[in-house]
């Protein structure tokens, strides 16, 4: 097992004093904040499972960030995926480069750019306390949700495998004995059409709930190439729970669930919309138009089942047990036009406004020159990837006791199995297949000690042994030679919470996790042999205060941090060599702070802030990145004699410098049981590099996006109708890049303007 030693820098000590300071004075600003208003209304209070079981926010020695509610159903109204939550909560961003179907994710700056459909995250994802591994399985559509919990660091001990960087747990509503009934109709631009609703109730002995998603997107992006128009999409999910309580002291939970997902929303790839030199789109940019001339207009599609069977028993001594067993399968497949612009014969007409350039974009099989736009692109390139047959079987048994008023323990079992194959289709040589293995087991245990009125010290262990397997058939170049890793550590933390008075806590925390050694198998579609990375380990030291002041109308939550990584797991992406490389840098560190902040400042007013800053810094002189290619993007790292970068001393990909959000709800009563309501929500986002080197064109700097509605709800939400927008000021904000070929990247979501309907029914 690794150890890590870990002391706090200069930096660290004054962010940590920093943010003391904050807790010190939060009581007082709070109180001054409200000592004026006259409303009895109060923050209601947040129950989160953190730990595994029921709690109240403010007791959990966790930095942890909840949303639910308005602010929640908001994000997803114009027909978002899931990656409607980047930005959305301090510290946690996602993105991606496979459309709505592999999402990569990152808290406090840590996290996985690879975009192959086999890589390792560090950020796990866990949907009614299942954990989702592959990318796209991550991707399941969202509804009837109840909550979003943002666990930051690391969370090894109770959650277990690849959750070095944290965890975003997701729970849906449940069964209950009460009827209830809801349903949601939008339309929106782009033909965006939402239908979602949901019927439960029961008995107190048998109780069941069915939950369902409709949405589709017109086509909106002309393909000035072809002629046609893509971008859409057609998405259908289902959650079908029945609960069973034949007896006070055992209860049975079964959920199945699916999804059908077709269109043509991969990802757009967009040629040379950066200028050598600048970061900022150029007159190539055109968000409602692309020209390509390979892709087939950008297929993709995922057909998913799953289900899950919970069991709960209560034995005498008040000793529980609960098991979870649980089953998910997923077919995909998304293809698309890589380089991002045409290749035409030679003398060709150019689009008015486009660069062009002239090359034989792979034409040297025919023998025939073109010209290539928008700008220079040296040769075509169109790619397709799937997974075929993905099945994840995961059990856990988890036995817990509050043993005596002061004692609460839980240890448990965990196993993991899964299999899949991804096949790699580049079109200029046959495709290749290759199967991924993953088995993992783990054993844990977690105590929580009220050792005074004040005082609570929690501490954990976890043994986790993990092996994957790859084997794979097809490659072009050389036979693939079986491939095989393994590993077993121990993860642990140990926490200390501080109970100052009613509404204020402090608390500390020290942790470490691991993240399993990786196999990644893609270039061998491309003539090469898979690359391996050794485990990576963390360490990570966080101090906070939970302060819930003013009469419970203002609560403040915040955080200082800072983590090492050793052996940290990156992916070589692209560059001149158009490769995918598992590399361990010797280390990686980050440090910074994350703060929430709720203020019911009257009963009519609500307002959120949140704000964190992560400084993250690759630690490693010998690490060499392939830049760029075709030598078109500027390099501002220092370059070694084999044309190499070495980006000793930058940070981490896809890693915002600073994130912050607002959000805030208004409401004028109308008659008797109406209300008038207008909310806003707004999330800004700072410096962000997009590859492992640094350079002046792969990165984006100081964006925002805010979204808002305004409607009327009767009955205390009975019925409501509003009319929203998502990306409101339609901000064209650059998300990421394709370097191997051409200046290529890609953007964000558009606006998106609609209304929504809603009613209950209780």
Known sequence: MTRTHVSLTPSARQYASALLLAALTAGTVATAYAQDQTSSSTLDELIVTAQRRSENIQDVPISVSAI??????????????????????????????????????????????????????????????????????????????????????????????????????????????????????????????????????????????????????????????????????????????????????????????????????????????????????????????????????????????????????????????????????????????????????????????????????????????????????????????????????????????????QLFWQAGLFYFDSEFTVITNPFFVPPTTVKHENTAWAAFAHISYDVSDKLTVTGGARYTDDEKDLTATGNPGAPVPPTNVQDAQVSWDLSAAFHVNDGFNLYGRVASGFRAPTIQGRDIAFFGQPSVADSETITSVEAGFKALRAGNRVRINGAVFYYEIEDQQLSAIGGAGNLIQLVNADKGTGLGFDVDAEFQATDRLLFTLGLSYVDTELDDPNLRIAPCGSGQCTVLDPIDANGNAIVDGNSFTQAPEYIATATLRYGLPIGANGELFFFTDWAFQGETQFFLYESAEYFSDDTFEGGARIGYSHNDGQWEIAAFARNITDEENPKGGIDFNNLTGFDNEPRIAGVTFKVRFQ
């Open 68 to 405: 639910e509610g308005e602010q929640l159903a908001a994000m997803f109204e114009g027909g978002e995926d899931v990656r409607a939550l980047a930005t959305r909560v301090p510290s946690l961003y996602a993105e991606s480069s496979n459309g709505r179907l592999a999402p990569r994710f990152y808290i406090r700056g840590f996290g996985n750019s690879d975009f192959d459909l086999a890589a390792s995250q560090p950020v796990s994802i866990i949907v009614d306390e299942v954990v989702l591994e592959n990318v796209v399985l991550k991707s399941f559509p969202l509804f009837d949700l109840e909550r979003v919990e943002v666990l930051r660091g690391p969370q090894g001990t109770l959650f277990g495998r690849n959750t070095p960087a944290g965890i975003v747990k997701f729970d849906t509503v449940k069964p209950s004995q009460e009827f209830d009934a809801d349903l949601s109709l939008t339309y929106g631009e782009l033909e965006t059409t939402i239908v979602q609703g949901a019927i439960g109730g029961g008995s107190d002995k048998v109780a069941g709930r069915v939950s369902v998603l409709y949405q589709e997107r017109g086509d909106w992006i002309d393909n000035g190439f072809t002629g046609q128009e893509f971008g859409g999409f057609e998405e259908f999910g289902y959650r079908a729970q029945l609960l069973l309580t034949p007896s006070d002291s055992f209860k049975a939970l079964i959920n199945v669930h699916g999804r059908d997902m077709s269109g043509n929303s991969a990802s757009v790839f967009r040629s040379n919309v950066y200028t050598t030199g600048s970061n900022d789109f150029n007159g190539n940019y055109d968000r409602d138009t692309v020209w390509f001339d390979g892709g087939t207009d950008n297929p993709q599609e995922a057909q998913a089942t799953g289900g899950s069977v919970r069991l709960d028993f209560d034995f005498a001594g008040g000793l529980s047990l609960v098991s979870i067993t649980a089953l998910e399968t997923v077919e995909n497949s998304s293809r698309g036009d890589i380089d991002g612009g045409a290749c035409a014969p030679l003398g060709s007409p150019v689009p008015p406004g486009l660069t062009s350039g002239a090359t034989d974009c792979f034409f040297p099989f025919t023998g025939v020159d073109a010209v290539t736009y928008p700008g220079f692109i040296p040769f075509a390139s169109d790619t397709e990837d799937g997974l075929d047959s993905l099945d994840q079987f995961t059990q856990e048994l988890r036995l817990s006791s509050q043993a005596s008023d």
